[in-house]
């Protein structure tokens, strides 16, 4: 049966959520509250598909190493100090959820989504040509330091007996697979599986794909209360007038916490800021995406440009650009890929984003046990994009009446 469903956000969740329920023949309305030249965390981001991101944010260790890191400005962690009950809800379940026990269940299952998603890149790509430029040849995680490269050792044995397949590298086998780089590095694990994509054309096709069968774009127009009846949410209401709906998906990113409250909903999310430098013509081009591990960079290359992109910076909904950040990327930078000069960034103009975290690292999918007709697609952290495809079509099951192809009781938006 056909619904209406409106959805509110148009970043890459939103945008697969619209495209997989117009395919199932739903009518669907897409809200946003700026216009289509937006410019999130969904355009400027790395770009990469990893299913060698079993690991959520929420690890052990973590909570050491942010408290390390978060007093040194230029570092790859920043949490902005600040009278904040929401800031410190979240940390404390931040802590909690960091434990082993937490990572071996979630493990597996960001396994099979994120594999699940790259399948779907896959049959995307097939259908529409290819336009985004899906690039198969895996990730590099470069370590600077033999300590380093122990540590992502042990960890590609882990991945290993989860069936995520890695491949540990010295310095010169890691050269010989990206000959078209200088890197200073003591090694390397190559993820075969791993990808990536230029974000700002994947989402151009998915905007024109959704448009083609159908879904409505609202821009400019801003969420302000919701028309209820009992369980049910009859109509959303925004600044150009109210839209009735049969279904409500929240995929509002960062933003998300804010109408959740509106509803009487506990979403605990924080905005994590990160920025990115794209090189129009860098002096060298990698053929492989990679990850300086130490540093928590990415690099990759998308068409003929080069994107370096990194720091999470917990300060808020505030998108302002710290120039302390972007020197530390452009220091970390230079010292794995020495070939490079502080020159080479002059004029370019840093990009940055804010990434909706979740306190376990784990995106809210699924339906509210509150509204029978509401349902979350929000948190994604930073694998917004590696995980949107299979995000948007578990929630076109969901909202079709089907039980979805995973077990999604770990992503429940109600387990705060």
């Not at 495209?19 to 030249?37: F, I, K, M, N, S």
């Not at 470069?142 to 540590?151: A, E, N, R, S």
């Not at 306190?359 to 949107?388: E, Q």
């Amino acid at each position: 049966m056909s619904k209406h469903i409106v959805i509110i956000g148009s970043g890459v969740i939103g945008l697969t959520t619209a495209h997989y329920c117009a395919r199932r023949g739903h009518q669907v309305t897409l809200l946003d509250r700026e216009g289509p030249a937006r410019d999130g965390c969904s355009f400027g981001n790395s770009g990469m598909i990893v299913p060698s991101h079993f690991i959520p944010l929420a690890a052990p260790g973590m909570v050491a190493l942010g408290l390390k890191w978060m007093w040194n400005p230029e570092s790859p962690f920043y949490i902005k100090p600040r009278l904040d009950f929401g800031l410190f809800d979240w940390g404390f379940k931040f802590w909690q959820a960091a434990s082993a026990a937490r990572v071996a269940q979630a493990a597996p299952l960001l396994r099979d989504l994120s594999f699940a998603s790259r399948a779907c890149f896959e049959e995307l790509a097939g259908m529409w040509g290819n336009d985004f430029g899906l690039t198969k040849r895996g990730l590099l995680m470069l370590c600077k330091t033999q300590h380093g490269l122990d540590d992502e050792a042990k960890f590609a044995a882990r991945a290993n007996a989860l069936g995520v397949p890695a491949q540990v590298l010295d310095a010169k086998a890691a050269a010989a697979l990206d000959p078209d780089i200088t890197m200073d590095i003591a090694g390397a694990v190559l993820f075969p599986k791993d990808a990536h994509l230029t974000p700002g054309r994947f989402m151009a096709a998915l905007r024109a794909q959704c448009e083609a069968a159908g879904v409505r774009f609202k821009w400019n127009t801003e969420v302000t209360g919701f028309a209820r009846e009992g369980k049910q949410l009859k109509a959303v209401r925004t600044t150009h007038g109210e839209f009735a709906a049969d279904e409500v998906v929240l995929c509002g990113g960062a933003w998300s916490p804010l109408l959740a409250d509106e509803l009487g909903l506990h979403l605990p999310i924080q905005a994590g800021k990160g920025y990115s430098l794209t090189l129009p013509k860098p002096r060298q081009l990698p053929q492989l995406c990679s990850i300086c591990t130490e540093a928590r960079l990415a690099v990759t290359p998308m068409g003929g440009a080069l994107r370096i992109g990194g720091t999470m910076e917990i300060g808020g909904l505030n998108e302002d650009i710290n120039p302390v950040r972007v020197r530390g990327i452009i220091k970390s930078a230079l010292q794995y890929f020495p070939a490079f000069k502080k020159s080479d960034f002059d004029g370019i103009q840093p990009w940055r984003g804010l990434r909706p975290c979740s306190p376990d690292g784990l995106p809210y999918i699924g339906r509210t046990a509150k509204f029978a007709n509401l349902s979350f697609a929000a948190g994604h952290a930073m694998m917004g994009l590696s995980l949107a495809p299979i995000t948007g079509q578990l929630m076109a099951q969901i909202l079709s009446g089907e039980k979805p192809q995973f077990d999604l009781s770990l992503l429940s938006p109600d387990r705060y």
